[in-house]
Nanobody
């Protein structure tokens, strides 16, 4: 089970840190990712971190502003979001898969419930 948290309302240019806590199994050997879905749009890839080397991948739209990291001791993954823009407004989901990196949502087996991020202009 994955539990996402940390969303909220922030002004443009601000920062938020999302957390994804895993329970019930150890996700340290999984690739873990963040996706987001804005109203009326498809779910899109944001960032991913692999295991065991913690290689990171980012969507072009967030590169340089967002940072994904993992803490295997806490069975958790984080998404630090800086320089937020109104177009970052969406429900953010964490997801995990027991394999290599993928930017495709259907490749992920485990999903959290989502946390709302709203960026005001």
């Amino acid at each position: 089970k994955l539990q996402a948290s940390g969303g909220g309302l922030v002004q443009a240019g601000g920062s938020l840190r999302l957390s994804c806590a895993a329970s019930g199994r150890t996700f340290s050997s999984y690739t873990t990712a963040w996706f987001r879905q804005a109203p009326g749009k498809e779910r899109e890839f944001v960032a991913a971190v692999t295991s065991p080397y913690s290689t990171t991948y980012y969507a072009d739209s967030v590169k340089g502003r967002f940072t994904i990291s993992r803490d295997n001791a806490r069975n958790a993954v984080y998404l630090q979001m800086n320089s937020l823009k109104p177009e970052d407004t969406a429900v953010y989901y964490c997801a995990a898969r027991p394999g290599t990196y993928s930017s495709t949502a259907v490749a992920y087996d485990f999903w959290g419930q989502g946390t709302q991020v709203t960026v005001s202009s």
